[in-house]
């Protein structure tokens, strides 16, 4: 085998292991309060959009799942329910953190980065109508 086949083949691999982690985050986020699912899923996507074409068909085509991440892809919108989800959780976060042993530098870094995290997630569009015959490798919009 040439060594460019080689490269090629660790490529899909690499690619490949990212989009089954992320896949399994996002499974385990089902059950878990405090672990996103849609988040993992979006890089799990992408990922298999590198190096396993299948299972980026089969994620776009998911009726539970297909419809936020073509919404992400084509126009960058959120859900208001995943924005209630994830700003619900990041001030849990950040209450827990306060009361916990964490380090003071920690409790002062993480509640603004994560109220920044917050305003731009907010300032993404909510609802529009997603085309699943638009490109979705299309990223310009």
Known sequence: MSTVKAW??????????????????????IPLPGLPTVPFLLLSAWAAGKGWPA???????????????????????????????????????????WFSAAPVLLKIILPPFLAAVATWLWLRPESVSVNPMENPHDQST
Request: charged share 15%.
């Open 55 to 97: 299972l980026e068909l089969w994620l776009l085509q998911h009726p539970r799942y297909g419809p936020p991440i073509l919404a992400w892809r084509q126009h960058g919108a959120v859900s208001r329910r995943a924005k209630w989800l994830a700003s619900l959780m990041m001030s849990g976060s950040v209450l827990l953190m």
């Open 8 to 29: 090629h083949w660790l490529k899909v691999l690499l690619w490949r292991l990212l989009a089954i982690k992320a896949l399994l985050l996002g499974l385990l986020g």
